[in-house]
């Protein structure tokens, strides 16, 4: 890495959930957006047998490189797959057990992997702000064997309450809970990303636990951007920023028009453990 570098939140989230993307696993994500670009990301850097289905009940397209701009209902989005089947098909398939992981984004979560994707504030009538909402996330959610949550670290997002309880993580935390709601045994969400931190679940209480921090930021800067208190692992690793091949692999090959990597500049002095966030720069309009 250069003595200078610089990348956005969201490229960050993007270069971290495509480290956690494993060979030889199938893997169930948005249409498009953060989740489907890191596992573009990790097939083109690793070149592993990772396949993936997406809601409209495509199975294990080869997107074409560069990517197109926009994939939403777009024929290349569907390029080389296996099977083009409908999206209550492909969650069969979930609630079947073969799929393994789900990759979704987040406007808000709890300490229970519990995810919110529909609005905001005030009611469900007169919302704030209301979003696109879940899609077929709450399934996604509901039948893979784990899922993973990309969203940005902020006071807003993580809440001691949802707004809205769009999908289901592991509902209140009590032993069973997820099965007595009628969903798969030993499913639920794995880690929650963003772009200072990465965190999990403790086995026995289902909360949220701070597993690694980027060395820009620190465990006190993470749990200040957060509403509720998350268990802390024994051992916090350390997050290396997105390295120079990851990032020319997003900005040359993934997403070469930038529709989806924006966000807002971090500019890192230093090099290894010394690593500093000098500034962050907001994104153009924000």
């Given amino acids: 890495m250069t003595a200078t570098h610089a990348f956005t939140t969201t490229e960050a989230a993007i270069c971290y959930t ?9 893997y169930f994500v948005a249409i498009g957006g953060p989740p489907l670009l890191a596992i573009l990301l990790a097939r083109r850097l690793r070149g592993a047998d990772i396949a993936y289905v997406v809601e409209d009940g495509t199975i294990a397209p080869r997107m074409p490189i560069p990517t197109p701009a926009f994939m939403i209902g777009a024929g290349l989005a569907s390029s080389r797959a296996v099977a083009w089947t409908d999206m ?11 799929i393994d992981c789900g990759v979704l984004a987040a406007v808000q979560v709890d300490e229970f992997g519990n995810f919110n994707s529909t609005f905001t504030g005030g009611c469900y009538d007169r919302p ?26 902020e006071r807003r997002k993580f809440v001691k309450k949802l707004d809205f309880s769009s999908s289901p993580g592991y509902l ?8 007595r709601a009628g969903l798969p045994p030993e499913t ?8 200072r931190a990465i965190f ?7 909360r949220m636990k701070l597993l690694a921090v980027a060395p820009w930021s620190s ?21 290396p920023p997105p390295s120079e091949a990851e990032l020319d692999a997003l900005r040359a090959d993934i997403d070469p028009m930038g529709r989806t990597i924006g966000g807002d500049w971090i500019h890192l002095a230093g090099d290894g453990d010394s690593l500093q966030r000098i500034v962050v720069e907001p994104a153009a309009g924000t």
């Avoid at 495509?18 to 199938?26: K, M, N, P, V, Y």
């Avoid at 209140?172 to 099965?179: H, I, K, V």
């Avoid at 639920?188 to 772009?195: A, D, I």
């Fill in 18 to 26: 495509a480290r956690l993307i494993e060979d030889d696993r199938l």
């Fill in 88 to 98: 209550n098909t492909v969650d069969f398939h979930a609630g079947l057990g073969y």
């Fill in 128 to 153: 704030e702000r209301r979003f696109g909402g879940p899609g077929g996330a709450n399934e996604i959610a509901s039948l893979c064997w784990r899922t993973v949550l990309l969203t940005r670290l």
């Fill in 172 to 179: 209140d935390g009590t032993p069973g809970a997820r099965e």
């Fill in 188 to 195: 639920g969400p794995w880690r929650v990303v963003t772009e």
């Fill in 200 to 206: 999990g679940f403790d086995e026995a209480t289902r």
């Fill in 219 to 239: 465990i006190d800067d993470v749990l200040g951007d957060m509403q509720f208190t998350p268990l802390i692992a024994e051992r916090v690793e350390s997050l």
